[in-house]
C-alpha cells in the first residue's frame, strides 16, 4: 500500500466526528425549510400543500404556529388541520398570538409546522427567538416544516442590507440553515410577484404602495433572487463535502483555515460575516480572533458590549473563539496564523488620519510586515476610526475619574522629595545633570506607586517647572537666561516622559500577569483537588469553592440521583448580609429557578440570565455534561445581570468540563462495584 495515500490524522479525526455526528442525529427530528426571496413568494403556501400530502399519506401532521397572513387561499389550506393554541402573551397591556413550545412538546406529532423561523418571540416566553423553540422541538425528534426569507440569514446580512437599504433585526445563525434536512427554494419571477403586491395578495392599501416603491422593485428582488439561488446551490456544495467527509474520501478536506479579528468597532460585524462567508464557499476552518489589550480592558461597559456583541456574532457563524493579550496586535495576529495553520486573514481597512490628512501605518500594512506570505482580504471598514477614536477619548475621560486622592499626594511626596535632593546636591555644588537625575527618579517613584498614566505625566510636567524654578537663572522663577535652557527643559520633559510612561506600562503588565497567574492558579488548583474528590458532593463543593475564588458569585449546585433532580446546594458569595440569607436561599430556590435547572437538565443547553432562554432568571444556568449526560447543573447569580465576560466564562466552562470527567469517573468506579456486588 502506498503509503502517501493514507489520510493525515487530522483527516481521520475529522471522519470520525462526522459519523459520531451521523449517528448522533438519527436520534433528532427533521427540519425542513421552504426558503423565499421576499415576503409573498408562496412559502407558506407551499408549506401547508406539503403538509396536505403528508396527511394523505396518513402522516401525523399538526400547525403548532401558520401566519394565514388574512389571504383566502392560505387559510383554506389551513382547514383541516389540526391546529395547537396560541399561547396569548401579556406585553405591556396587550396580547400577543405566540407558539405554545410546551403544548407542542406534550402533542409531539410527527410532523409539525411552525411558520417564520427568524421571527422574535415576546418576552415570557421560554426563548428569544422561534429557531431556538424548532431546535428544542428537534430534539425532542420532532420533525418540523417552517419558513424563511433569504433577507433573514445572518451571514447575508450586510449584503442584503446593501441591496434593500434595509437592515434586517431578525436574523437566524448560517447553522440552522444548513443543518436543515431539506431546504426547498419557493421561487416565483419578479414580476409576477409585483403583480401579486399589486392586486393586494401580499400587502393592502398603503402598505403595498410603500413596498411597491421601496423594497418590491424590479431591480432589487432581481437581486434577491440572485443571492437566493446562489445560496441554495453553495448549500449543495457543502452537503456534498459532507457527504465526502462522512464517507471518507480522500479529497473533501481542503486544508484552508480563515481567521478574523475581533474588535469593539462598530463595523467589525460586517467584517466578521464576510471571514464567514469566505470559510463557507472554501469549506475551511473558522477562527475569529480577539487580540486583548490594555485599553480595552480599561474601556467603558458600551465598548466592551460591542466587543462581546461581535464575539457572540462569530460563534453563532461557527467560528472557534480565541483571545490572546499583548499589545502589538498586529504581532500577536501573525504570531497565531503562523502556529495555527492560517492560510486567509480577513479584515477591516481603517481610516486612522494624523496632522495634515497624512495617514499612518494601518494594521494591515504591519501585519504584511510580520506575515508577508498569508493571503489578507480588506473589508471597507471606515466607521472603526472614529469609533477607536470614541474609546480613546472614552478611556482617557474614565483614566481621569479613575485618579485616586492618594495618587496625587504620593506625586506631591516624590516631587517635594526630588526638590529637596536637588536642593541638597546643589548646595553639594553638583552638577545640574545630577539634580536631573533626581527628578527622574522622582518621575520614576510615581509611575510605580500610583495607577494609571495621569499622574506620572504630571509628574514629568511638574518635574521640569520645578527644575526651571529653583535651579536656573534667575532663580525663584519660571524665566531662563541660558538660550541652551529651552532644549534641556525640552529633553528633561521627554526623558521624563518615556521613563514614566515606561514604568507604568511594566507596572500594568505585571498586575495583568497577576491576574492571568492568579486564573492559571485556580484552573491548576481546580484540577488538582477535582481528581481527589471521591463523592459528589465533594465535585459541587469544589466547583463553588473554585468560582467563588475567580468571581465571587453565589453558586447553585444541582444533582441528579437516578432520574430525578436532588436538593440544591446554595453556597452564598461572601459579604451577604446574615440576615438575608434565609429570604435570599428561597428566592434562589424558588419553582421558577428550579425550572430552569430542570430545563437544562433535560436539554444540555445553558439557560437563564443574560441568554436567550429562559432570560427572566435570577441565576445563569451551566450543564456539567460528557456526551449526551448531564451530570450536574452549576447556577452563578448575577445580581447585576451582567454578562460574565469572555475569558472568566470560557474559564468557568473549562472548569466544569474538568468536573464532567469526574462525574463520569466516579459514576464507572460506583457500577463497578454494584457489578461486583451482584456476582
Known sequence: MNSDKRPSSKEMLEKIQAEEEKVHRKSFGKLKIFLGYAAGTGKTYEMLEAAREL????????????????????????????????????????????????????????????????????????????????????????????????????????????????????????????????????????????????????????????????????????????????????????????????????????????????????????????????????????????????????????????????????????????????????????????????????????????????????????????????????????????????????????????????????????MAASTAAGLLLSRLQMTEANIIMAYLLGVMLTAINTQGYVCSVLASVLSVLLFNYFFTMPHYSLQAYDASYPLTFAMMFAVSLLTSWNMSKIQKQNEENAKRAYRTEILLMNSKKLRRVKSRKEIGNELASQIQKLMNFTVIVYMKSGMQIQEPSIYLRSGIDSQCRDRLIRDYTSKEERAVAAWVFENGHRAGCTTHTLPNAKAIYLPVMDSDNVSAVVGMVLEERREIGTFEYDLICAMLGEAALVFERIQKMEDMARNSFTK
Open 55 to 414: 396527511q394523505r399519506s396518513h402522516v401525523d401532521v399538526v400547525a403548532g404556529y401558520v401566519e394565514p397572513h388574512a389571504r383566502p387561499e392560505t387559510a383554506a389550506l389551513l382547514n383541516g388541520i389540526e391546529q395547537i393554541p396560541f399561547l396569548m402573551v401579556d406585553y405591556k397591556g396587550v396580547k400577543i398570538r405566540e407558539f405554545d413550545l410546551d403544548a407542542a412538546l406534550k402533542r409531539r406529532p410527527k410532523v409539525l409546522l411552525v411558520d417564520e423561523l427568524a421571527h422574535t418571540n415576546a418576552p415570557g416566553c421560554r426563548h428569544q427567538k422561534r429557531y431556538q423553540d424548532i431546535e428544542e422541538l428537534l430534539e425532542h425528534g420532532i420533525n418540523v416544516y417552517t419558513t424563511v426569507n433569504i433577507q433573514h440569514l445572518e451571514s447575508l446580512n450586510d449584503n442584503i442590507a446593501s441591496i434593500t437599504t434595509i437592515q434586517m433585526k431578525e436574523r437566524i445563525p448560517d447553522s440552522i440553515f444548513d443543518k436543515a434536512e431539506q431546504v426547498k427554494l419557493v421561487d416565483i419571477e419578479p414580476e409576477d410577484l409585483i403583480q401579486r403586491m399589486k392586486e393586494g395578495k401580499i400587502y393592502q392599501g398603503m402598505q403595498a404602495q410603500r413596498a411597491l416603491q421601496n423594497f418590491f422593485t424590479r431591480d432589487k428582488l432581481v437581486a434577491l433572487r440572485e443571492i437566493a439561488l446562489r445560496r441554495m446551490a453553495d448549500r449543495v456544495n457543502h452537503l456534498a463535502e459532507e457527504e465526502k467527509k462522512r464517507l471518507g474520501s480522500s479529497g473533501f478536506s481542503t486544508g484552508e483555515h480563515v481567521l478574523t479579528c475581533i474588535s469593539p468597532a462598530p463595523s467589525n460585524a460586517k467584517v466578521i460575516r464576510a471571514a464567514a462567508r469566505l470559510a463557507y464557499a472554501f469549506h475551511a476552518e473558522f477562527t475569529a480572533l480577539y487580540v486583548e489589550t490594555r485599553s480595552l480592558q480599561n474601556a467603558d461597559e458600551k465598548v466592551k458590549r460591542r466587543r462581546d456583541d461581535n464575539i457572540r456574532l462569530a460563534r453563532s457563524l461557527g467560528a472557534k473563539i480565541v483571545t490572546v493579550n499583548g499589545e502589538d496586535v498586529a504581532r500577536q495576529i501573525a504570531q497565531y496564523a503562523k502556529v495555527s495553520n492560517v492560510t486567509k486573514i480577513v479584515m477591516g481597512r481603517t481610516a486612522h488620519r494624523i496632522l495634515f490628512g497624512q495617514t499612518r501605518k494601518t494594521l494591515v500594512e504591519s501585519l504584511n510586515q510580520y506575515a508577508p506570505s498569508l493571503d489578507v482580504y480588506i473589508i471597507p471598514d471606515l466607521q472603526s476610526g472614529i469609533g477607536q477614536k470614541v474609546s480613546v477619548a472614552a478611556g482617557a475621560g474614565k483614566g481621569l475619574k479613575s485618579v485616586k486622592g492618594s495618587d496625587f499626594i504620593i506625586m506631591g511626596i516624590m
